[in-house]
């Protein structure tokens, strides 16, 4: 996968891709850079789906032959009911390959049907 269709030139591209690097928000390297908001924050988009994309390659290639998958909750706070039931947290479902790398996902519930989703997307992109 390629940045396609980015009319700013070469060096603003390389300028906004150093800024994305060290954590600058888009607004800020927008202003620096004397471009438009709109502008910066597409090509960090497009930046974020490239790397997505060359994750999710690197994940279907790591994870053959037996994993361990897993869900945990992360955040939320601590007074009243905890865990499954507790407000706020957030799900995330993982699959470990035993001495070998972590691929994560963000679920929106524990319902079944959302992690069939997620494991038979891995099976499915083979």
Do not use: W
């Amino acid at each position: 996968m390629k940045l396609t269709n980015c009319k700013l030139s070469r060096k603003l591209q390389l300028k906004l891709l150093e800024f994305f690097v060290l954590e600058v928000t888009a607004r800020a390297a927008a202003d620096l850079l004397e471009i438009h908001p709109n502008s910066a924050a597409l090509f960090y988009t497009k930046i974020r789906k490239i790397i997505f994309h060359y994750l999710e390659q690197e994940a279907l290639e790591v994870f053959d032959g037996e994993i361990e998958l897993d869900e945990s909750y992360f955040g939320g706070i601590r007074k009243g009911k905890r865990g499954r039931g507790a407000s706020g947290k957030v799900i995330v479902f993982g699959l470990l390959k035993r001495n070998g790398k972590v691929y994560t996902v963000i679920v929106p519930d524990n319902q079944v049907l959302h992690l069939n989703a997620c494991n038979c997307k891995e099976n499915h992109s083979r």
